[in-house]
Each structure stands twice: as structure tokens, then as C-alpha cells.
């Protein structure tokens, strides 16, 4: 049976990958993934499994021990795992952020020392920006970090970090005003810094703790946390790229890649979804017939079939203009305020397919129910994907004269 959602152009590598990861999603985790999410259970083995394969060091460069593959590879990758089980691809798109802004930004010292482990899975990574009192308005950051000596002493509370239990390697995004004097825009006094810590909840390291995971309605199995930082001491060489200030614009070009990777998600989420409803229409009879001879049910599987196609070609585009080196905030906006949104309607539409099963903890439509408003507000609401959108549109047809 041909598949929704081909990717055109693809290198026989990437068709070698992408073949290789469907299997190991179709073996590995479509099995086992809704037992363990029932009970919010963290998928070791399949981690273990990415580790194999190499997926931890996916976009990471050859030269330091990564495959030195494309954004669209990994999207790719991402929409093939997501539709197993949306949170794993949870578990490595931080830690591909992370990878991502060491390469672009990061010294050669803090390249050559994270790298080659992150490409191995041995260091895990993290980012957070949002705090308690925030969202989305990352200007309003209050966690600070103050200069003495040749470290920085940092204290504040950090909120929603995806890994924040099982990660090594935390960026984190604080207020530094050293240097930049009062009055200064708040963007350009922020500071992101590389922070190591141990595995595990409690004191992870002399000024840092990660209370523990955070009950969530969906989105199980993966760990989101706290980050609190009470005079946290951390040297001046791990301020990433070494200078100070530059932090929201590396955080910000880091987010690109991780609305690609949402966009991806919400792909793999409602192509799951789709299969699943297409699978149990053709199963269900009512009235003599099963339901996809229904007219009723054909209007919406060619609905659902069409919103899958539709938010496909725009992560696809978002991430091949990424590649390029081209400033691609527009069509990552677009790509995952659509896809994030189809994906809650397909969802939505294969529950009410499945009718009353689809409220049972026995089908899997009911975790995919759960997973997909996740995807709503994760890398930035679809409001502010709309101001994004809308600000970007402004620039590109402004009036002249």
C-alpha cells in the first residue's frame, strides 16, 4: 500500500536511514509504546536502540564522530519516530538543540569537548528559556547570572525542561547585565550558559536542582521538570561562544531547528492517527457494511489524508530553507502552527472514528488523543507562530516610498 507523506529528492542515504528508523519504529517502539506510557514509564531500551543506530549524532559533524546529516534527515527521522511514539522523538530534539547551537555557536574548545560525546549519546542534552511567571515573552527572564572572579554565580527558577532529569549538558538562558548598561533592550543582556550536571532529581550538582517530573496529561514516559539555581557557580568558559549578550539570538536560532522538529512531530502524529483510522474503518461494520463504505467516513479520511500531505510539504520546506542557510523563521512558523494543528484535527477525526473505543485505554488512538495538544503549545503557541508569521509577511511586502 503506497504511504502519505513521501519525501521527493531524498539521497539513497537518507531512503537508507529513514528505511532503517521505520523498521526499528515498527518493531521497537509501535509495540511496547502505549503500555509504556500507561505507565509513564521512561523507554530505556529504546533509547539504547537510538544510541545504536547513531540517531544521537545524526546532525552532529563527521569530524566529530556525528553522521553530519541534514535538518531534513532529521526531520524525516523525527516524523518516522513520533509516529511510534511522540515522546521519544521528545527525548532526542533537545538534545539536537543543544548539539546545534554548540556547532553554530559554540568556541572550538566547547566543540571539541561536548561534541564527539554528544554524537555518542554519552552526554545527553537540555535546553530551557521559560520560567514560572513566563511563556512565551522570553524578555521578561529573571533568573540571573552575576560575574565573580572567573566564574558566574547564577540563581533563578527555570520551568518545562524536556530531558531535565536525564540530561548532562542543560543550555540555560539568563539576565547577565555585566557589561551592558542599564536601559540596555533586554534581548541583547542575556546569556546563555552550558551547564553539566549529574543524571538523576534532588542537588544534581553544588546549586542546581531538579525537583522531579512534572505529572503531565500526555507527553508521559519522557521527563519534564524544574530547574532551580541557588548560587550556582559556573566558569567564564562555559558561556556559550565565550562572550556574553548573545544569548537570545543563539537560543532563538536554536528554536528554528526545534519548531522543524515540532512541525515533524505533529506529521508522525497524524500519520499514526490516519492509519489508525483507515485500519479500524475497514474493520467496523454498521448496517451491513464497514464504515469507510460509508460516504460519511470516505469525506473525512480524505480530509484527514490531506491535511497529512499538506503539513508533510511544509516541514519538508521548512527544514530544506533551514539547510540552505537561509533565514527560515517564516516557514518554520508556518510549518508548525500548521502542522500542530492538522494534527489535533486528524487525531480528533480518528477518534470519532473509532467511536466509543476511541475512549478506551485499550486503543491507541486514546494516547494519541492525549499526545497531541502538547504539540499546540511546544516551541511557541500558535499565536505567536501567527506574530511571527505576520511580522515576517510585513518586512517581505512592505509599501515603498
Known amino acids: 500500500m503506497a504511504r502519505l507523506a513521501q519525501t521527493a529528492g531524498l539521497t539513497d542515504v537518507q531512503q537508507e536511514i529513514l528505511s532503517t528508523v521505520r523498521d526499528f519504529v515498527d518493531k521497537e517502539i509501535i509495540p511496547v509504546a502505549t503500555e509504556l506510557e500507561h505507565r509513564d514509564e521512561y523507554p530505556q531500551q529504546i533509547v539504547d536502540g537510538l544510541k545504536e543506530l547513531g540517531l544521537f549524532g545524526l546532525m552532529i559533524p563527521e569530524e566529530y564522530g556525528g553522521l553530519g546529516e541534514s535538518l531534513l534527515t532529521y526531520a524525516l527521522c523525527v516524523e518516522e519516530i513520533a509516529r511510534g511514539w511522540m515522546s521519544v522523538s521528545g527525548i532526542i530534539n533537545t538534545h539536537f538543540i543543544v548539539a546545534y547551537m554548540l556547532k553554530q555557536h559554540g568556541t572550538q574548545e566547547q566543540k571539541d569537548y561536548f561534541l564527539p560525546r554528544m554524537a555518542l549519546g554519552e552526554v545527553r542534552g537540555a535546553f530551557s528559556m521559560s520560567e514560572p511567571a513566563l511563556g ?42 555585566e557589561g551592558h548598561p542599564e536601559g540596555t533592550a533586554p534581548h541583547k543582556s542575556m546569556t546563555t550558559f552550558l551547564v553539566e550536571k549529574e543524571p538523576g532529581f534532588g542537588e544534581v550538582r553544588p546549586g542546581l536542582t531538579i525537583p522531579g517530573k512534572i505529572d503531565k496529561m500526555g507527553y508521559k514516559g519522557v521527563d519534564t521538570t524544574e530547574l532551580i539555581m541557588d548560587g550556582l557557580r559556573i566558569p567564564a568558559n562555559r558561556v556559550l561562544g565565550g562572550v556574553t549578550g548573545r544569548g537570545f539570538y543563539q537560543m532563538m536560532d536554536g528554536v528554528e531547528v526545534g519548531r522543524v522538529n515540532v512541525a515533524a512531530r505533529g506529521c508522525g502524529v497524524a500519520q499514526r492517527a490516519f492509519e489508525l483510522g483507515v485500519s479500524y474503518a475497514q474493520q467496523r461494520h454498521t448496517f451491513g457494511k464497514a464504515i469507510a463504505q460509508h460516504q460519511a467516513i470516505q469525506f473525512k479520511l480524505a480530509e484527514m489524508a490531506t491535511k497529512v500531505e499538506a503539513a508533510h510539504a511544509m516541514m519538508v520546506n521548512a527544514a530544506r530553507k533551514k539547510d540552505s542557510g537561509e533565514r527560515n523563521d517564516l516557514e518554520a512558523g508556518m510549518a508548525k502552527y500548521l502542522a500542530s494543528e492538522y494534527c489535533k484535527e486528524v487525531v480528533e477525526d480518528a477518534f470519532r472514528i473509532h467511536g466509543g473505543y476511541g475512549f478506551s485505554k485499550e486503543y491507541e488512538i486514546e494516547r494519541l488523543y492525549r499526545e497531541a495538544p502538547m504539540l499546540l503549545i511546544g516551541e511557541g503557541t500558535a499565536e505567536i507562530q501567527k506574530m511571527i508569521i505576520g511580522r515576517r509577511l510585513l518586512e517581505e511586502y512592505r509599501l515603498q516610498g
Open 136 to 177: 512565551s515573552d522570553v524578555s521578561a527572564i529573571s533568573s540571573k547570572a552575576v560575574k565573580d572572579g572567573d566564574e558566574y554565580v547564577l540563581n533563578g527558577q527555570k520551568m518545562w525542561l524536556t530531558n531535565g532529569g536525564t540530561s548532562t549538558l542543560v543550555a540555560v538562558l539568563v539576565r547577565s547585565d
